[in-house]
Every structure is written in C-alpha cells, then in structure tokens.
C-alpha cells in the first residue's frame, strides 16, 4: 500500500523477555514510608492479587519501536483513497487537531465554575447557533456523543412532545423506509416505538403509496435519512412532510449525510422538526476508528423545550449553563458533550465559511457521480434504482452481475481493493440490494485518485472474467490475508485478547 510498510510485527505480548523493564521505579524512602506505612495493608484483602499480572516486559526502546511499527502499517485517510460509503471518510484539517489539543481545552474540567470557562462555553454556543442555521432548525444541543445517539435523543424527544399531547399511549409507530441507516430502525426499537418500514419505489425513493398506507393515528413519526443509503435525494421529501404531519406525527431527519447538502438545502426548510448531525464526518473529525465522536440534534421552536439540561445560554455579557427547564428529557449524556469535537467542528466552520461549506457539497457531490459514471460501466457492475439519475455524495454499485458470471462476490472485490493498497467501500450494505459496493469518495480526493480507483475496478473485474481466483483468493499483499470469517466471529474461536487466545488455544489442544 502507498506510504505503508508491511511487515510480520508480533503482538506486544511475544517480545520482550522476562525481567527485562522499561524504567527501574526508585525504592519508597523511608521518610514517606513511615508516614504512609505498608501499601499492602492499605488494601482490603480481597481485592489483593494473588499473583503478579501476566504484563509484556520490554526496554522502552523496544516498546516505542513497536508502536512506530505498527502506525506504519495503519491505512487512513491521510494515506490515501478511503472510499467508505456512509462514513464520509474526509481530510481532516490539522489546525483543528491542534486546536483541540490546545492546554487550555484539555486541562479545562467540567466541574469547573461557568466563571472559569467562558471561552468553551462561548465556543458551545456559537457552535450551536451555527449549525442551527446550517440546518434550519430552531435550537441545537451538542450533548449527543454519536448520530445514532442523537437519533436515540431524537425518539425521546418524540415521546415526551406526544406525552405532553395525551397521545403517547396511542401513537406507538415509528415509520422507517428501508433505504434508511441501520442505525434509524434500531434507534426507534430502543426509544420504544414499533418500527414500521416502507419500501422504496423504482427510482430508490420513499413508495409515497406505501408512506400514505403505513401512516394511521399510531404514528408517532418518520426518520428519514436524505441523501438516503443510495445517495439519492428523496424527491418527494415535502410530499413525505406533509403525509406525516398530517397524521399527527413528527419528523426526523437523519443528517448525517450533510456532506452532501452543505449549504444547499436545510432540513428545517423541508418541514422537519428534529434533525441530527454527524460532527464526525462532516465537521473536522474522522468517523469510526473508534475515537469519540458527536451527533448534535436541531429542533423546532414547539420542541426546543425538550431538549437535554444544561442548555447554553448567554444574558448578553456572560454564557452560562441552564438547567431550568421543566420539559427537559434530562440529559442524555454526562457533561455537556464530547468537548474536543465541538471544538474541531467549531473550528472547521470558522475556516471555510459560508462559501467553503457551500463547496464541500459541491466537490462531494460532483466526485461521487464522476466515479459512478466511471464505474457504472465497467463489466460486471451495475448501478440498481434510478439509472441515469445523478447521485448525491455516494452511490452504491451492485457487483450481482459479475457474480453470476465468474463466482467473484462483491467482497471478494473488496478484498483484492486492499491489493492495491486502497481501503475497500462499504460492503454489502444497503441491504436493498444484492452485492452492494457503497462508495463515497467526499470532496478530499483529486482526479487522479478517483481515476486510479476506477482503473483498480476494471482491472479486478478482467482479473475476474479472466483469472478468477487471484480475486477469489485475495488479499495477498498485506499483512494478514484473508480470514476464515467463521472462526474470526465465531464465539468459540474468537480471541478478544492474549489472555482469551491463549486459553482457546489451549482448549483445542486438549
Ligand atoms: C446516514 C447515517 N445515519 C446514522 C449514522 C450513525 O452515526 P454514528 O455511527 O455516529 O452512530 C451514520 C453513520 O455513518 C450514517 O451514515
């Protein structure tokens, strides 16, 4: 892979040797131990170890080598093409990192008086009136760590609103399109609702027949995710607002998508009363990898009463943290959000500006249908839902064809993608469609690296046609080839840890 060394590096817990140690800790001097006495007898027996912990021992040498070893080998955005549907895998500017990491952010604690932090708690408020005019939306609470976490907040919003209304008990159904994120149906089970799905029509949008059959008085209300898993714009979005407000329900708007959209069209303006964004995909901070992330949700005036305590308030001269508000659900959350990634997303709005925003919709959107026209004929593949209709930040390509033809699946695809040294797209979802490649290829790559992913396409699709197996057995350049996905999911072979590893392995020993 570009910029990315391949190499057999063993797990911490296989070098090394025994006694050896990173850094020798002083003897407790007298003076200290007399007026502490014996650690031991500070510890209530039972929560005493009975023998050492099993620790790797390395020099510190040894210890730093490892881990440079091991970044070399990670694969990110900062190396090269990520094409990620769904988790809009962009360029993240490195002024926002650092700004983040500034002392000033990271030694401030949240139990400290609002006097001592007015800064963070003006960047909050700015922040939160920025991307309510971003969304169109009345009010913003930054308190969710994560979109589904928003969209978690977003049915607890919709409970008390018909709580208040007397009409909880009757409006039960919470109405999902299956072009929707996974998260949105899941979202809806745990907030309490019934789901009810809707299929799509031939053009990939919501079946307005279907919409209008599945609405009844138990409609609590709808989530919609737009641009939908398809990357296409529900165009009857204000025909969709209309039949569930009709109906007494309310609106979600998935908005994690807002790549796409930036600038261009708000979901408050299309009749929406609740709306979450994805801080970590469209604002400054990767999305996955497993650091944390923020999915601030948008209101209505008639529901901003609803939202979590404390709210961020300014009199004027001072910021200061309200929770006084009776309607409240509470909090969601401890504190008052994920902080550092506020204030990348902060950041990242104060240096692109209106304008910069504007074009990051822009660049997305025309990346996305450059590489699908590319794509969409290259043997095998094939463009399901509204074929000739441009698509929004990302498309989905379906390798079924190619399937039936040569044997090769769309993950044997995505397998050999990692040969030549490319993150792979999502696989297999949206689940509508068979074989499904998601790709998203944001506004962070030039030309040259969307033609190169579509050269790889075509040369894998002719590696299928013609030599099957070197795809069917793929990947064969990087450091672990492919998986037995059974036995790497599976409870009874799966190793969480060293210590599980050892355990299973001595297991199918004996
Ligand atoms: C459309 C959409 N909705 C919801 C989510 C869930 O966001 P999170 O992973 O932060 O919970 C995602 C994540 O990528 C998404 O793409």
Redesign the pocket.
Known sequence: MPGHTRCNERIIFELGCSGRRGCIVPKVEKEIQRAVGDAKTLLPEKLRRKGLPRLPELSEVEVVRHYVRLSKMNYGVDSGFYPLG???MKYNPKIDEALARLPSVTWTHPYQDEGMVQGILEVMHRLSKWLAEITGTYEVSLQPA????G?FLGTLIMQACHRLNDELEKRTELVVPDSA?G??PASGTMGGFNVVVVPSDEDGCVDLDALEAAVSERTAGLML?NPN?LGIFEKNVEGIAEIIHSAGGLLYY?G??LNAILGKSRPGDMGFDIVHM?L??TFGTP?GGGGP?A?PIGVSEELEKFLPVPRVTFDGERYHLDYDRPHSIRKIRAFYGNVGVLLKAFAYILSLGAEGLEEVAEVSVLNANYLMKKLENIRGFELPFARGRPRKHEFVISAKKLYKETGVRALDVSKRILDYGIHAPTTYFPLIIDEALMIEPTESFEKEELDRFAKVLERISNEAYSTPNVVLQAPKNTMVTRLDEVKASHPKTIALSWKMYLEKSEQQRD
Not at 146 to 149: I, T, V
């Open positions: 769904s988790c809009t994560a979109g589904a976490h969209e994120h998260t949105n995710t898993t998935d994690a998508n994805n970590h995909k999305h992330g999915g």
